[in-house]
């Protein structure tokens, strides 16, 4: 079967660095997606990973290892606004997103 | 500014009635998705189209119809058969190959469903 695993919470203090992980075990594969969701909000794209290595936007970074099948987001310099859940996802080769359960991020003052 | 509108935003049904949940993109995306979120889940995929009059089943397609009459329009219809259709319904577009970047989906605001 398919399927991604990441951690169901994570915990930080504001002004931190926090990574969440994302392992991957799917048929097909053309890169890793991560998407931020707020409660009751729709999710927004945050990244996507095609090849491996380590992407930058800002405060946010996200890395993949295709032979590990492993990607992570990193978020620095947390702040409260960045308390949401993230989702890691994979495209196959129909242009379809396989999600993970999401992580629920906790930014404590 | 071009994205997606789903309408309604909140929707109260009774049980039995059929539901049609409206997705309208001018994104010029060719692919269009149907996800369903329970709270504290995932997203999981109930239909995507990426042409014109033309459709596939995901995941969680029993109880559910769709059509994909025009490029910007991307209906979903929830049946009687559908046994629990409480649920938040999210609607997202993509481009294909040739533009954008691939992974990216574009979403609406959401459509949350209760049934009564």
């Known amino acids: 079967g398919q399927s991604l695993e990441q951690p169901s919470e994570v915990t930080a203090v504001e002004g931190a660095i926090v990574q969440i992980n994302c392992t991957y075990q799917t048929s097909g594969f053309y890169g890793l997606s991560w998407y931020q969701q707020h409660d009751g909000g729709a999710p927004t794209f945050l990244s996507y990973n095609a090849l491996d290595g380590l992407e930058e936007t800002g405060r946010f970074s996200s890395f993949l290892s295709r032979s590990d099948s492993y990607g992570y987001l990193l978020l620095q310099e947390l702040q409260m606004k960045d308390s949401a859940s993230y989702f890691c996802?994979?495209?196959?080769?129909?242009?379809?997103?396989?999600w993970g359960a999401g992580t629920k991020l906790i930014i404590k003052p | 500014d071009g994205g997606i509108t789903q309408s309604p935003k909140y929707l109260f049904r009774k049980e039995g009635q059929n539901v049609t949940l409206s997705c309208e993109q001018n994104l010029n995306h060719d692919a269009m998705y149907w996800y369903r979120q329970d709270p504290g889940q995932g997203l999981r995929l109930i239909y995507y189209s990426q042409i014109v009059n033309d459709f596939q089943k995901g995941d969680i397609a029993e109880g559910y119809s769709v059509s994909r009459e025009k490029k910007e329009s991307f209906p979903l219809t929830v049946t009687s058969a559908q046994k629990n259709p409480t649920a938040f319904y999210l609607c997202?577009?993509?481009?294909?190959?040739?533009?954008?970047?691939?992974?990216?989906?574009?979403f609406g605001e959401g459509s949350r469903l209760t049934v009564l």
């Open positions: 996802a994979v495209r196959d080769s129909n242009y379809q997103l396989i």
């Open positions: 997202a577009s993509m481009v294909l190959a040739g533009g954008g970047r691939t992974g990216e989906l574009f």
